[in-house]
């Protein structure tokens, strides 16, 4: 195992100011596959160890995984600590132990030995865990499918966030990873934290007692500015640019519509007790754009769902523009709101369909815990107290609704579910076999500007 300095082992490659390291990845089949789905059969509960005490092991450091170690220590009714970390550039590694260090010092027991740098750094964090602990997958959606069937074949619980794959294969994998944890009693939590809101889940208890009559209508809304993409710097690596700016590349994380309104798109599902059976959108970009990504500036998408009734999203990225961030019902005898800005649970409902201040006939209270807060309440308690606690394919099937929504205003066309769900697109073929100096699947032109969907010319189902 290479060492770039003494206190710091780079252990996949990645760039960090230095040379990079040259380390293969794992081979092309599942981990699963490799390791065996029988390794651990016949295993008694995985619960905490002796001592009660969960180890976490962060991959990912961002500003995402940071504040989800923040949110498990602030509702752990037991000994926790932050015992590894791991991620592809150092340089946010370091900023995220020094930042989580400060705040829960008897908490962040990470010494160097235990933080981890490269491509193939999650393996060693999650080596470093024990049977019950948790690892805690907030990276890049490109990267999920593999690291979760990782962390299964080791026998550890998992936190993952979303998005939870870039395309439908990917979903199809954390549904099978998913499988093989309930084989093995390990509990997987996934980051559609509005599950958790209390609010939402009693208006969900309302909802299906009658109280808004049949749901006619689903309206979601993410109206928010994101600035663009600028261009490359010289020195930095082609595909660590891409990967370090994750949501502006279809590959690492499904781009911004995706990534972000898997939200919405599963409150959708949620509210309606479904998956869709088809979608169709329009979306484009402003003519002055510089943008250097691959998104889109606006996303509109409908999906179908088996009862003929729509769910929509409304989205717009453009600055100076009126912004939006809500998910509405409309039923047969009156509408509601079941979502507000930044995800709040701000959960009401109308005496009829006018959403209005001056027309509400009840509203829920403020919640004590907010949704993130809440789904590792569950997860932890569910851990401590061996109950059932895998989300693995409800989240993988929102996931692919999103992707159905997103190809469907790529290509112009409309996107069966049947058709997104046995899919053998992917955007990267080849991520498992991934090194510090894999070409990217994309390339830009001799602007500096990457491929953007074009209706009518672009597939992706």
Sequence with gaps: MAEQHSEKRNVGGAYVGRALDRR????????????????????????AAEDGKIRLALIGCGGRGSGAVRDAFSVSEGPIELYAMADIFESRLEASHKSLSDMFPDQVQVPPERRFVGLDSYRHAIDSLRP???????????????????????????????????????????????????????????????????????????????????????RAYRMEAVGPLGPKPDDVPELFWQIRNFFRFFWVSGGLFSEMDIHQID???????????????????????????????AYFAEWTFPDG??????????????????????????????????????????????????????????????????????????????????????????NLAAIMGRAAVHSGQVIRWDEAATSQFQFCPDVDRMTAETPPPVLPDERGMYPVPVPGQWSEI
């Design 24 to 47: 293969t990845l794992l081979a092309g089949t599942s981990i699963l596959a490799v390791t065996g789905t029988g390794l651990m059969s016949g295993v008694p509960a995985v619960h």
């Design 132 to 218: 019950g602990d948790v690892a805690m997958l907030t990276g890049y959606a490109v990267f999920r499918p593999g690291q979760l069937e990782y962390a299964v074949s080791r026998g550890v619980h998992v936190f993952m966030e979303k998005s939870f794959a870039a395309d439908p294969p990917g979903c199809r994998r954390v549904i099978q990873a998913g499988e093989e944890a309930e084989k093995r009693n390990l509990k997987i939590a996934a980051g559609l934290m509005c599950r958790h809101s209390v609010n939402r889940q009693e208006l969900i208890r309302r909802i299906r007692d009658g109280e808004l009559g049949e749901i006619t209508l689903v």
């Design 267 to 297: 409150e959708i599902c949620w509210i309606k007790d479904a998956m869709p059976v088809s979608a169709h959108g329009v979306g484009g970009r402003a003519v002055n754009s510089r943008d250097h990504s691959q998104n889109l500036d």
């Design 309 to 398: 009734t729509q769910g929509l999203d409304v989205v717009r990225y453009a600055s100076n523009c009126f912004n939006h961030f809500a998910t509405y019902i409309h039923g047969t005898k009156r509408a509601a709101q079941f979502s507000g800005a930044i995800h709040a649970g701000t959960v009401r409902i109308f005496k009829d369909q006018r959403i209005a201040d001056d027309n509400v006939v009840w509203e829920a209270p403020k919640e004590q815990l907010t949704p993130w807060q809440a789904e590792w309440k569950a997860l932890l308690r569910a851990i401590r107290e061996d109950l059932p606690h895998n989300e693995a394919k409800r989240a993988a099937l929102s």
